[in-house]
């Protein structure tokens, strides 16, 4: 993986045992962007993989990228926010699978909107995918895991619920939901052999992103993280994997911020590409806004002190 111009290590290392070998995942949204890289990853580490997505097309090429990779996969349409969906979700994957140990409540639209302008409409439709349909999802697949007295349910919320940003009424809220879901569903169902946790994903360069990202926000975004870019989507598939995987069993009830800092941080005022000298000026030139550059990229020591919250 390159990132910033550095060429980073494999996130997972060859020549060691499988991680969801003989696992039955189910991942919703896994037609696109974040969703199907966790859809390539688990399927490499040998799990069946259940693609749950309204794109058919996407998620068909999905399933059939996934047989190539030597594992099993089924597409079953779904719209999470449709109760009977979620339902019949489950069911599919019961029916071809015989279980079901990982769900990843991954699907939600994205809205950039702001506050005064944001309609009844736009905030219905962003709750009912984004945090309905991740109830609906995960109500279905916990009744099925607690009668098998295992499973494990991975949560993607998002920065965006966690601090305020410009934009992100009914987007933030749904995701803030999302997190205080996952920590009710994991008191709850602890006890009956389900495990659950949400990661929170800083920016990712997706389709989702592309529409919802002006040049404004990617700036933003640049100049607040510490490690100064956008996630790849590999990276919050690679968290996934961790939190699905049995190296995670007693990690529960927990939110996972892969966001490069960006929860983290407060006062920043270096400039961050002069500390970084060292790399040579081929790679400065490369890094950080170089991803996703904006129009006016303005790494100065003025433009980090404008930009101290
Ligand atoms: N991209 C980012 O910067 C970012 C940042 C933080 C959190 N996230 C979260 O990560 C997750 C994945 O986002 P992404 O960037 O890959 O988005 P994306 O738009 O690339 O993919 C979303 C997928 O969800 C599917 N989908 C949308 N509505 C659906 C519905 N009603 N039922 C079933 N499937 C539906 C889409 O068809 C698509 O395949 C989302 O929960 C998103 O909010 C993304």
New binding site residues.
């Given amino acids: 993986m390159k990132t910033n111009g550095q060429q980073l290590s494999p996130l997972v290392e060859p020549n060691r045992p499988y991680r969801l070998t003989g696992k039955v995942a189910i991942i ?9 890289a966790m859809a390539t990853l688990f399927s490499q580490e040998r799990a069946c993989i259940v693609v ?4 058919q097309p ?2 068909q090429a999905a399933v059939e990228e996934i047989k190539r990779l030597g594992t099993s996969a089924i597409y079953v349409e ?4 449709k109760p009977s969906d979620a339902q019949r979700m489950v069911e599919a994957t019961m029916n071809h699978f015989g279980r079901l140990d990982i769900l990843v409540n ?5 809205l950039n909107r702001p506050f005064l302008d944001t309609t009844l409409e736009d905030w219905q439709h962003t709750l009912d ?2 945090l309905t ?1 991740t109830f609906l999802c995960a109500q279905a697949a916990a009744r099925c895991m607690v009668q098998q007295k295992f499973g494990a349910i991975i949560n ?5 619920g966690q601090r305020g940003a410009q934009g992100r009424t009914a ?1 933030g809220v749904a ?1 803030a939901g999302v997190i205080q879901l996952t920590k009710v569903m994991a008191v709850e169902l602890a006890a009956l052999g389900v495990r659950v946790n949400a990661i ?10 592309r529409s919802t ?1 002006t040049s404004a926000t990617r700036q933003s975004y640049h100049e607040r993280i510490p490690l100064g870019r ?2 790849d ?1 590999d990276e ?1 598939a690679a968290a996934a994997l961790f939190l699905a995987s049995d190296e995670a069993r007693f990690i529960h009830g927990h939110i996972l911020n892969v966001d490069g800092g960006y929860h983290a941080a407060g006062l920043m005022f270096e400039d961050r590409v002069a500390d970084h000298a060292e790399l040579g000026p081929s790679t400065i030139a490369e890094s950080g806004l170089s991803m996703h550059k904006p129009e006016k990229a303005n790494c100065s020591t003025k433009a980090r002190k404008r930009v101290v919250s």
Avoid at 28 to 36: F, H, K, Q, S, V
Avoid at 52 to 55: G, K, S, T
Avoid at 78 to 81: K, R, V
Avoid at 156 to 160: E, H, L, M, Q, V
């Fill in positions: 919703t949204g896994a037609a696109n962007g974040i969703g199907r749950a997505d309204i794109d996407n998620g779904t719209d999470i926010a991954n699907a939600s639209v994205g995918i984004g349909g993607i919320a998002s920065i965006s987007y995701k929170s994903p800083g920016p990712v360069d997706t389709n989702q992103s990202h956008y996630g989507r919050i």
